[in-house]
Every structure is written in structure tokens, then in C-alpha cells.
């Protein structure tokens, strides 16, 4: 991401912005679905400035599967909505025009994702705050009007009952086949109790955000002000975002117990604590298909981003560990 690379990109987009100059490229540190970068620039002498988002895919694809245009679509769709997103700009597809690709260009909102702010000492009352904000916005997201949204246009449309979960269990099925590096009895049984146990007592058939928890919101001052991360969003049963949240430990804002309660207060769909233990195992399941297959982008002669050795190495163990737990294994 070379800024004079960027600049000359960026002034052939926006011909309306004379002497575009990028002043800035900072990748983010953090999720490794894909690389994010803040890029700054200004113009008309340095008299008027923009920050925007890229988001771009890594050289050798993404660690979902799905497409990163999916991603762009879904903030298409939401942007407007009772649903806070980021505004999506624009999409391209050539890989020569700023020399990695396919990339799209969002809004920059500004605030903060980081937990390290939300858990610092004294910062009980912007937890609490920030806690029931989130239960009500995750009840916006099961509650959304999803086919006049247009996401039913783009993701497959489950039946009301087990499919919920076996649609989308299907999926990470089929990715763990095609990138599995070696021979993984655990994740098979995992699978196996998946497919024998999916809920048939769904509520409705939802949006799902699908990646949920702390460091997947932005928040100013006290306010949450947009949802990230949606390349794994589907539709399907909206327990599945509770398991995702609590898997990354979204009670550690507030107890569970009101959590729910702000949920179903202000959504009215009621929270099943039976559902959200069978999606606990899911959540495990999905790790597992995501960060496994990662460890064969290391080779003798090449490392990607060092920070894959973490996921690859690690959380698929955790996972598989975990998982079995959770089933009584």
C-alpha cells in the first residue's frame, strides 16, 4: 500500500477532489479474515481531508469462504438500515490497480474497537452502557426486514427449523474438505453431532451477524456507532450470534442474565439457552474450518503474515478441545 500508488488511484476515482495527495496508509492490526487499512488523504491544498477504510484480500484469498464482494454486499444492504454499518464507497475487481486485490473502499467511522479501553480500571459504567447497546443492536439485526434489506437476494434462504443450522453447517462442511491439510477425526465428530442435534425450535429465520463479540464493534465516547465483520453473516437462527458473542466473552461487559434480558426487552424474541450450547459447539466446529487449512500457506521458502501461526497453531487445538467438551467428550 504505497501512498504515491494510492494517490494516483485515488485521483482517478475522485476527479472531483483537485490535487489528491494520500498522506497516510496504516494497516490494521487485528482479525485475519483479511487486511484492513486506514488510508488518510487531503486536498485542495491540504484545506479539506478524508480518512476511508480498504479492505483487501490477502495474496493467497481469504481464511472465509466466501467471496470478498459477499462482504461488500451485506454493507450494501445494511447501510441505511436500523442496522449501523459502514458506508461501502465502491469495489473493484483488477488487482493491478494499486497492486493487491480484489479490494473495496468504505467509510472510516471513527471510535475505537478496543477492548483494552472498554476494561481498563474505572470503566464500569461505559461496560454497562456499552453492554446493553450491544444486546439491543444484535435484537436490530435478528429483527431487520432482511428480504426488504435485500439480503434474501444474495444468501441462501434456510426453512424455519433445523435448517437454520444445517444450511450453514453444510457450508463449513464443504470448506473444511476442500483445505484440509491432514486428517481430523476430532472435527468429524463435532460435525457428526451437529448435523444429529440442530435445533428445531428456531424463532424466526434471522439476519445473523455471524462474527460476534468485543473488537467487532466501533464505539465513541460511550455510543456504539457501527457493526463490523460480516463476512460470515448468513441467514439462519438467531441463537447462533448469542454463542458467537459469549465464545469471545461479551459477559465480561455485563453478566449474561442481563444481556438477555435487554435482548428480549427490546427485540422480543426470546433467548434459548438450549440453542445458544448446541452453537457454542458450532462457533468451535467454525474455528476449526477457518484457522486449520491456514497452516499450509507456510512453506520452506515462504511465510505469510507471521500472525497466522497463532491461528493455524493454536485455535483449531483449543477448538477441537473445547468442542468435545462441550458435547460431554
Not at 44 to 51: F, L, M, P, V
Not at 175 to 194: D, G, I, K, R, T
Not at 239 to 266: C, H, I, Q
Request: hydrophobic fraction near 40%.
Amino acid at each position: 500500500m504505497e501512498p504515491e500508488v494510492l494517490t494516483e488511484y485515488l485521483r482517478g476515482r475522485l476527479p472531483a477532489r483537485p490535487d489528491l495527495q494520500v498522506t497516510g496508509a496504516k494497516r490494521v492490526v487485528g482479525g485475519m479474515s483479511r487486511e484492513t487499512w486506514f488510508v488518510d488523504f487531503e486536498w485542495n491544498g491540504g484545506t479539506e481531508s478524508e480518512s476511508v477504510t480498504f479492505r483487501i484480500d490477502h495474496e493467497k484469498g481469504a481464511v472465509v469462504p466466501v467471496p470478498l464482494e459477499f462482504e461488500f454486499r451485506v454493507h450494501q444492504a445494511l447501510h441505511g438500515t436500523q442496522v449501523p454499518v459502514a458506508e461501502p464507497y465502491w469495489f473493484e475487481h483488477d488487482k493491478t490497480l494499486i497492486g493487491q486485490g480484489p479490494f473495496y473502499v468504505r467509510e472510516l467511522v471513527e471510535g475505537t474497537a478496543s477492548p483494552k479501553y472498554l476494561y481498563a480500571e474505572g470503566q464500569e459504567a461505559l461496560r454497562e452502557s456499552v453492554g446493553l447497546q450491544f444486546a439491543e443492536l444484535l435484537g436490530k439485526v435478528h429483527t431487520l426486514d432482511w428480504n426488504a434489506a435485500g439480503v434474501g437476494d444474495f444468501m441462501e434462504v434456510p426453512e424455519l427449523g433445523p435448517e437454520c443450522a444445517l444450511l450453514e453447517l453444510r457450508r463449513w462442511q464443504r470448506n473444511l474438505a476442500e483445505h484440509q491439510s491432514e486428517p481430523l477425526p476430532v472435527a468429524a465428530q463435532l460435525f457428526a453431532y451437529l448435523e444429529r442435534e440442530a435445533p428445531t425450535d428456531v424463532e424466526r429465520v434471522a439476519l445473523v451477524w455471524g462474527d460476534v463479540g468485543i473488537g467487532n464493534f466501533i464505539f465513541r465516547n460511550d455510543n456504539i456507532v457501527a457493526l463490523t465483520d460480516w463476512e460470515q453473516s448468513h441467514l439462519g437462527d438467531p441463537m447462533k450470534d448469542w454463542a458467537s458473542a459469549l465464545w469471545r466473552g461479551v459477559d465480561n461487559l455485563l453478566p449474561r442474565e442481563k444481556l438477555f434480558e435487554e435482548y428480549e426487552r427490546t427485540s422480543g424474541i426470546p433467548v434459548n439457552l438450549a440453542s445458544i450450547d448446541y452453537y457454542l459447539t458450532f462457533i468451535d466446529a467454525e474455528y476449526v474450518c477457518t484457522s486449520h487449512p491456514i497452516l499450509d500457506r507456510f512453506t520452506n521458502t515462504e511465510v505469510p503474515d507471521v500472525t497466522f501461526a497463532r491461528l493455524g497453531m493454536g485455535i483449531p487445538w483449543y477448538c477441537m478441545d473445547h468442542g468435545m467438551t462441550m458435547i460431554g467428550l
